[in-house]
């Protein structure tokens, strides 16, 4: 491993849209890019620029769809690892957990159950499409 994908290392430089594809935020790279542009990832309350040079010790905030995470980098990390690994690049807030979970929970109450009809129902609505 380079100096540049360990975790720690005092002269380690790591862009904010490949940190935030390292920590599984995103899927793509792009996708951390386009977040970042549309100003739905801060860095320490402020908008920045792909481009920007992750530290360990600052906060971010990151909105994804309805859910928004507030953390604190511990680690740097240029290498998509496996899940068990970014955890461990980043500290999440007690509260924007709390918030987080609430959210979750709000949005499973909303959803509707999936019906589905039983044989009978579906063989009629075949012969109804049949034209019989």
Known sequence: MSKRETAGGAGERVRLDKWLWAARFFKTR?????????????????RAKPSHEVKPGERLTI???????????????????????ARLLYEEDPASLARRQEAVA?????????VRGDAVDRAKLRALKRGG
């Open 30 to 46: 792009t996708l951390a890019q386009e977040a970042i542009e549309g100003g739905h990832v801060k860095v320490q309350g402020a």
């Open 63 to 85: 909105t994804i769809g309805e859910y928004v995470w507030e953390i604190t980098v511990k680690a740097l990390s240029a290498r998509r690892g496996p899940a068990s690994e």
């Open 106 to 114: 709000r949005k499973r109450e909303r959803r509707e159950p999936r």
